[in-house]
């Protein structure tokens, strides 16, 4: 059905940067809404950010201003720019989209990347 691969995690010191990479590929006819949530060792998974096809952009409070998406409708695949970041952003890190599958609109889930901040 829909495949999402992300790239991108590490290890990074407080005040860093790093760019996380989201391609999706399978037997979908439209991707509607792509972007990244994260789960903390111990904690629920948080939607950080996302980006409609129409390139509406939503994320939540603590990387505004910090952290921006980025996607490519024509190659499918969506980013995640991440600067000045903090102990508090380490976690798994998933890609998620919702897709058109056979008339069915569905969500789907990236594999998942380590982001460890360290201070």
């Known amino acids: 059905q829909v495949q999402l691969v992300e790239s991108g995690g590490g290890l990074v010191q407080a005040g860093g940067s790093l760019t996380l990479s989201c391609a999706a590929s399978?037997?979908?006819?439209?991707?509607?809404?792509m972007g990244w949530f994260r789960q903390a060792p111990g904690k629920q998974r948080e939607l950080v950010g996302s980006m409609s096809n129409g390139g509406i952009t939503t994320y939540i409070d603590s990387v505004k201003g910090r952290f921006t998406i980025s996607r490519d409708n024509a190659k499918n695949t969506v980013n995640l720019h991440m600067n000045n970041l903090k102990p508090e952003d380490t976690g798994v890190y998933y890609c998620?989209?919702?897709?058109?599958?056979?008339?069915?609109?569905?969500?789907?889930w990236g594999q998942g990347t380590q982001v460890t901040v360290s201070s």
């Open positions: 998620n989209a919702y897709a058109l599958v056979q008339g069915v609109v569905g969500q789907y």
């Open positions: 399978g037997r979908f006819s439209v991707i509607n809404a």
